[in-house]
């Protein structure tokens, strides 16, 4: 004869674990579905008053309810996980566009599990077959290189797992895009520096092999030439996003004295905070004054940005939507019957004027 809920879990809720839905269902004296649909965590859908969903949640925490999302994905056929695989997981782009996937996964009753790919020649091949074995209900993509890129689609698409890629990824016909409008925030810095009077305008770049950076410095090019603005060779650096030792020479390459002022650029635009503050270094160590000498401007808005010297006026992107934007793309894959095709979703950017631009001189 089956006990009462008192007698299976005990006085003190020892066993608190064979807590069932249908145990606080009759507790509350609702339908298991109802439960269930409280539970998941769900935000739209069957409608259940406030005060009925709060006395749920109570009974549950009373009787010390812990939901099995094992057994949900196998009573299911579907898992309540996305994941998410990037190479630079230490990075605070990453996090912040972990952040807000994460916000998007917990209100709807799903996780997400990292999965770092470290290491120059990370085995991408295993990674991605992991993710294909827990069949996650869909893939959160960072900063991956071309051939992980093909490696994936092959290892998703027999399984029918959705791909958001975030912030670099080249354009595809296949699979979502989830961008920040990188053109807008060039052009607001640009319009920035052009009522500042600055007409000599450099550009800091990452080298050639980074897909991102040379999409900026394209942009970059093209906006310039938009705007009757000429671009010495010189004035484009290619150097790396977070090495002062390859950053460094390259600036005091351009900046050194040796030739006439008016041939120096009096800005430089740069393709990333970091290589902005050691552009501002650099320039500092060799006389010039920042901002009076020479403007400096970044690209992504990182905390650092705020306390550098001078603070840095930089294109801000949406880490934060950026995820969120590509994890609310999966949860509607997850729960249609298409996962859908090739499309993008571009976030826009802005422009915050701190200390580290001034009119040109």
């Not at 609702?30 to 069957?46: E, F, K, P």
């Not at 351009?254 to 008016?262: D, H, K, N, T």
Request: charge should be neutral.
């Amino acid at each position: 004869m089956r006990g009462t809920i008192n007698e299976k879990i005990g006085s003190g809720g020892e066993r608190a674990g064979m807590v069932t839905m249908s145990d606080i269902a009759r507790r509350v004296g609702v339908s298991q579905a109802t439960v269930s649909y409280v539970l998941s965590g769900r935000q739209s859908g069957v409608r259940v008053r406030d005060e009925m969903r709060q006395r749920i949640l109570q009974t549950a925490a009373d009787l010390g309810y812990r939901r099995n999302d094992m057994a949900r994905a196998m009573s299911s056929g579907k898992s309540y996980v996305l994941g998410f695989v990037t190479r630079i997981a230490g990075q605070e782009s990453s996090a912040r566009m972990m952040v807000g996937a994460q916000e998007v996964a917990s209100e709807n009753g799903y996780s997400i599990q990292l999965m770092p790919l470290h290491g120059k020649s990370p085995d991408y091949a295993a990674a991605f077959a992991r993710l294909a074995e827990q069949r996650v209900a869909g893939v959160l993509a960072l900063n991956l290189k071309v051939d992980a890129i093909e490696l994936l689609r092959q290892e998703t698409e027999r399984f029918e797992i959705p791909i958001a890629f975030m912030d670099d990824p080249p354009p595809l016909d296949w699979a979502m895009r989830v961008i920040s409008d990188d053109r807008g925030g060039l052009r607001l810095a640009l319009e920035h520096l052009i009522a500042l009077g600055h007409h000599r305008i450099g550009f800091v770049s990452a080298q050639r092999e980074s897909p991102l950076a040379e999409q900026r410095r394209a942009l970059f090019l093209d906006l310039m030439a938009e705007y009757g603005l000429p671009v010495p060779n010189e004035f484009v650096l290619a150097t790396d996003w977070v090495k002062p030792e390859i950053v460094e020479p390259a600036v005091h390459a351009l900046l050194a004295p040796g030739r006439p002022r008016e041939t120096y650029p009096t800005a430089f635009l740069t393709a990333g905070d970091l290589m902005a503050m050691v552009t501002m270094r650099t320039a500092r160590a060799l006389g010039y004054r920042v901002p009076q000498d020479l403007s400096v401007v970044g690209f992504a808005d990182f905390i650092s940005a705020t306390f550098a010297d001078p603070p840095l006026t930089t294109i801000a992107q949406p880490f934060e939507e950026i995820g969120r934007c590509a994890a609310r793309y999966l949860l509607d894959c997850a729960h249609a019957t298409n996962p859908g095709s090739g499309a993008e979703i571009v976030i826009p950017t802005y422009l915050v004027v701190r200390a580290s631009t001034a009119p040109a001189v």
